[in-house]
C-alpha cells in the first residue's frame, strides 16, 4: 500500500493541532509589509498582524508561496517514500498553484508522485477538504480514490463572510463579484462568499446581530437534507463575534465536528480586521 501525505497552504489555517494529528503539511504564504518580509503563520501571527494593522501608515500586501518552499516539501515528502497530494488556495486568488506545478515539474521522475488539486475555495473550506483528504490517506484510500472523494467535497465546502470594509479586498484586487457592494452604506455589511473560485457579493444587511444570523440562515439552507455537516468560524481579530456565531450555528444545525479558526495574516491582508465567517463542510 502506497503512502499519501497532504499538503496545504497557510491560507487555510488549519489549526495546529489537527495539521499534526493529520500529518498535513503547510507551505506559507508571504507577507510583505514595506521592507520587511513575513511568513504567513509563523514569523507574523495574526494578534501581532492585526495589532500592527491597526496603526500602520504602509498597508501589507502578499505573495504566493515561494517555488523553492514548494520543491522542499516535496522533496522530502518524496525521499521519505509518500505519494504528494496538494489541495491548494483557488487559483483564481493567488499565484500558489502556479508554485507547486513549477515544483513539481522541477521533481525530475519523482514528479509522477506529486499531485496538484485546486480547491477552488480558501481558508477552512480549504482546510476541511484537506482533512477530509488525510483523514482518506490514513484510512489506506488510493490517490485515485481521494481525487474522486475531493471532487465530490469541493462542490461542498464554502463559507459565508461579512467584512466591516470592502477597501482591503478592493485594495488587493481580489473584490471579485463584490465590486458591486462599494460604497455601501456604513449601517449595511456586506455578506460574501465564493463563486468559481472568486470572492462574490451575496447580500447586504442592516448590523452586525443580523448579519451574524443571516449567515447562519445561508449555511443552514446549504445544510438542508446533509446527514452531516462541518462548521468553523474564521475571524479577524474579532473573536468574541465568531464565537456568538459558531454558538448560533451550532445550535441550528448539530454539526459532527466544529473548529474556531482565524484568518491567516495573508488573507487578513485581503479581507481587513473585523472580518467573521462561517466556512461548511457537508456530506
Known sequence: MSKIAIVTDSTAYIPDD???????????????????????????????FYTRLATAKVMPTTSQATIINMHQVFEKLVGEGYEVLGIFISEKLSGTISSATQARAEMGAAKDKITIFDSHVIAMPLGFQAMTAARAAKDGASMADIIKLLEKTRPNTNLYFAVDTLEFLHRGGRIGGAQRFLGTALNLKPILTLEDGKVAGSERVRTLGKTLDRIVELVAHKAQGKSKIHLATLHANAEENAKVLLEKATKVMSPV?????????????????GTVGLAYMVE
Open 257 to 273: 465536528e466544529v473548529i474556531f479558526s482565524e484568518i491567516s495574516p495573508v488573507v487578513g491582508t485581503h479581507t481587513g480586521p
Open 18 to 48: 489537527i495539521c499534526k494529528q493529520l500529518n498535513i503539511t503547510v507551505v506559507p504564504l508571504v507577507v510583505i509589509w514595506g521592507n520587511e518580509t513575513f511568513i504567513d503563520g509563523i514569523t507574523i501571527k495574526p494578534k501581532e
